[in-house]
């Protein structure tokens, strides 16, 4: 686990225990349904972060004999957790909350207080979602950026990011219902940014869980991975062929491979062993992230 991954959580988690706080108290004085989302969603938020430094506390477990390569998928089963922390108590709470202000409208108070509040908690969590962005800037190179966020396999950097981005969008939701609600005195429209704010927790709540779940039941690793494998392979004079090549992500930093390989059917056993160290060095070399190799010479049928 990457100390930059580490470093995000922890900012995350200091920005939205202070927001949660002052969202509390602005929420109380206000009596604004989107206020007490917010409020709400960013402790969840705080939650969240927690589970997540856990999750990356049980990878750093050194490998035993129940699990004996490690615990580096830990870390996707929290994430998981998280999305559906997110999903329940975030996006449904928001939902319900809105919903009840509309049914059950009730007047806005210190609005200006209140909008001042989001304003500061909006630089906050923006600034937040910013250092989120640089990071996965400077991680996926050339990639396009969806792209990567699909493909990458720091799940907890992602959550983060999804977090502080679902955050954002909806600390501005909740700012243009109050105001909207105070300009038009009808408060029906603070119980619909509620709402609007729980649409955007539960979709990015789901956008994770997919993401999250493929890499917890087990995820091929990245390409380029399995791209240096066969050019190892293909580079080696005694390789003739891979026969048969799998890779799993284990954990963000942690990648199993097994390959298959077709080797000079005259070699001796002592020549073969030398040609298998030959290659997993070579394969080690360029992805230090390969924890387990294990290659299995064959004939092709």
Known sequence: MSTESNGQILQSLAGNTFIACIKGVAAFMTGSGSMAAETV????????????????????????????????RALYFWSFMVAMLLFSGGGVFSMYEGLHKIVNPEPLEHVGIGVGILAVSLLIEGGST???????????????????????????????????????????????AMLIAAYTGDPRWDGGGSVAIGLV?????????????????????????MEVVRRAATEHPHILEILNLVTIQQGPNEVMVAVKVHITPTLTVREACDVINTFEQTVRTQCPEVEWLFVEPDMPK
């Open 41 to 72: 969603h960013s402790f969840a938020d705080c939650g969240n972060q927690v589970l997540l430094l856990l999750g990356v506390r049980q990878t750093q477990r050194p490998a035993d004999r129940l699990h004996p390569m490690g615990y580096g």
């Open 130 to 176: 910013l250092s989120n962005v640089r990071e996965m800037n400077r991680r996926r190179g050339g990639k396009p950026f969806l792209q990567y966020l699909r493909d990458t396999k720091d799940s907890d950097l992602i959550v983060v990011f999804g977090e502080n981005s679902a955050a954002s969008l909806g600390l501005v939701l909740a700012g243009a």
């Open 201 to 225: 927790l539960v979709g990015v709540a789901v956008f994770l869980a997919r993401e999250v779940q493929s890499l917890l039941v087990g995820e091929s690793a990245d390409e380029e991975i």
